[in-house]
């Protein structure tokens, strides 16, 4: 075949050593043009392939070169930004929901939080696009310290995390919401549980917000957000225990209302934990 399949066979050469840095199926397509090119020479005088084969060598170099010094963007900044403008907004709404219980307002507020907490896939949906960016892009990019950032600064396992608090969030609003305007009486929340589920909602606010913002890796600082965490959840299931004791013994007097404590305290303590367990190496 000739002096073409060797001009061809060059670049399927280059192809596969340069490969390593790119996905595996861009590779095959490099191999199966190759294959189309070579087959074509069979077909074709030499010479004519000769120019179009050189040319096309000379395209892959320069290629090759164009890459190496103009890097494509990693997409970091994006992403890590879209991750903690969803937890800053879970942590408001939390913060938000506890003043409104603090200030005697579930009725008026409700619909307003469970509007909010829907909004709020608006934000998930655009934090996850921009995570997928940001993970893709080194691939693309063959400087080391672009890999060496995606592996200690992505917040992909941070989103991962935010998106099971979104579902507990989405759980408080919508529970608020239904309560408030429930016709049963006996269903109503006791005002003594709804100021401590409150500061519940405050701390759990702080805990989002804080689970998110960059901190320095060699800082004795970054163990006062996990402290304030472990104390949030420390109060939670220790009220959660008082609580359960009083059931035992009859104090409360709204048993009919025992299916939404439930469901209130079960999402608060899950979104707690799961922080924790996340933060945990």
């Known amino acids: 075949m000739g002096s073409t399949a060797g001009s061809v066979a060059a670049i399927a050469v280059i192809a596969v050593v340069v490969g390593p840095r790119r996905a595996v199926d861009d590779r095959l397509q490099a191999a199966s043009t190759t294959v189309i ?6 077909a074709a005088p030499v010479g004519g392939l000769l120019i179009p084969a050189v040319q096309t060598l000379t395209g892959a170099v320069v290629g090759i070169v164009m890459n190496a010094l103009v890097l494509p963007p990693l997409y970091l900044d994006d992403s890590d930004s879209a991750v903690y403008d969803l937890a800053r907004a879970m942590g408001t709404l939390l913060r938000e929901m506890g003043t409104g219980l603090t200030e005697r ?10 509007h909010q ?14 995570v997928r960016q940001a993970d893709e892009s080194p691939r693309w990019n063959p400087r080391c310290t672009a890999h060496a950032r995606r592996k ?14 979104f579902l507990q969030v989405r ?3 919508r529970t608020l919401a239904c309560n408030a305007h429930d016709d049963h009486t006996d269903h109503h929340l006791g005002q003594q549980f709804l100021d401590q589920y409150a500061e519940a909602l405050k701390l759990a606010g702080t805990a989002v917000e804080e689970f998110a913002e960059p901190r320095p890796v060699a800082s004795s600082s970054a163990t006062a957000p996990r ?8 109060a939670t299931l220790t009220w959660h225990e008082t609580m359960t004791d009083l059931i035992g013994r009859g104090t409360l007097t709204k048993p ?11 999402d608060v303590e899950r979104l707690l934990l799961d922080l924790d367990h996340a933060n945990t190496p």
């Open 37 to 42: 090119a070579l087959a074509a020479t069979t």
């Open 105 to 114: 307002q579930p009725a008026a507020r409700a619909h307003t939080w469970l």
């Open 117 to 130: 907490a829907r909004d709020l896939e608006k934000d998930l949906v655009d934090a996850e696009e921009q």
């Open 152 to 165: 200690d600064g992505t917040y992909g396992e941070a989103f991962r995390t935010l998106r099971g608090v």
């Open 171 to 173: 759980g408080i609003a």
């Open 227 to 234: 402290e304030r965490l472990r104390g949030a959840i420390d």
């Open 256 to 266: 009919g209302a025992w299916h939404i404590y439930g469901s209130l305290m079960t």
